[in-house]
T-cell receptor, first 115, second 113 residues
Framework: DTAVSQTPKYLVTQMGNDKSIKCEQN?????MYWYKQDSKKFLKIMFS???????INETVPNRFSPKSPDKAHLNLHINSLELGDSAVYFC??????????????FGPGTRLLVL | DAKTTQPNSMESNEEEPVHLPCNHSTISGTDYIHWYRQLPSQGPEYVIHGLTSNVNNRMASLAIAEDRKSSTLILHRATLRDAAVYYC??????????????FGQGTELSVKP
């Protein structure tokens, strides 16, 4: 059983297009995240949602809009894709307020290539 | 969040112990020390965490210096599957910032057969 799943696994698209990445977790966690890993393998937090409420927005361009329809899902929509958006995007979840603070479970990643 | 310093890369032989160091001289009293690893083409995965005392789990051991300014992740018998980038991360004990993890460059561990 997959704990944190992402679709699609690979996404190749043209500059200027709009695309979405979906994330689902079946762990019953309250908090979900999006991270971006660039070509230099540097991992950086983008967004965090707790019970469908946005709690972290790390100065990400407005073209990126997360949406959480329920606490098990956190989708990432990207408008007007640019070359620099090419990266691997990881979704993660964690139990909020748990004693094991900071323990996060990551999805397999979505590899986005903008041409 | 306090900063951590790790060697960029380390090598190990299969079935030998590996000690991965991490310096965190500016750690605060409430910071937990977390270790994650990222296997090739996969998402990061939790390894272990601790506050003051040494910790053991099925994956690894965490040795924390008495002054908490450094720690060491110990893999008791490295396997080829342990080849990954290992990240040492400090995380405040109070989850008041959404629980974000701040990743550094990590240590890339290679394991030779």
């Amino acid at each position: 059983d997959t704990a944190v799943s992402q679709t699609p696994k690979y996404l190749v698209t043209q500059m200027g297009n709009d695309k979405s990445i979906k994330c689902e977790q079946n762990l019953g966690h309250d908090t979900m995240y999006w991270y971006k890993q660039d070509s230099k393998k540097f991992l950086k937090i983008m967004f965090s949602y707790n019970n469908k409420e946005l709690i972290i927005n790390e100065t990400v361009p407005n073209r990126f809009s997360p949406k959480s329809p329920d606490k098990a899902h956190l989708n990432l929509h990207i408008n007007s894709l640019e070359l620099g958006d090419s990266a691997v995007y990881f979704c993660a979840s964690s139990p909020y307020g748990s004693k094991r603070v900071g323990t996060q479970y990551f999805g397999p990643g979505t590899r986005l290539l903008v041409l | 969040d306090a900063k951590t310093t790790q060697p960029n890369s380390m090598e190990s032989n299969e079935e030998e112990p590996v000690h991965l160091p991490c310096n965190h001289s500016t750690i605060s009293g409430t910071d937990y020390i977390h270790w994650y690893r990222q296997l090739p083409s996969q998402g990061p995965e939790y390894v272990i965490h601790g506050l003051t005392s040494n910790v053991n789990n099925r994956m690894a051991s965490l040795a924390i210096a008495e002054d908490r300014k450094s720690s060491t992740l110990i893999l008791h018998r490295a396997t080829l599957r342990d080849a990954a980038v290992y990240y040492c991360i400090l995380k405040g004990g109070i989850d008041n910032q959404g629980g974000k993890l701040i990743f550094g460059q990590g240590t890339e561990l290679s394991v030779k057969p």
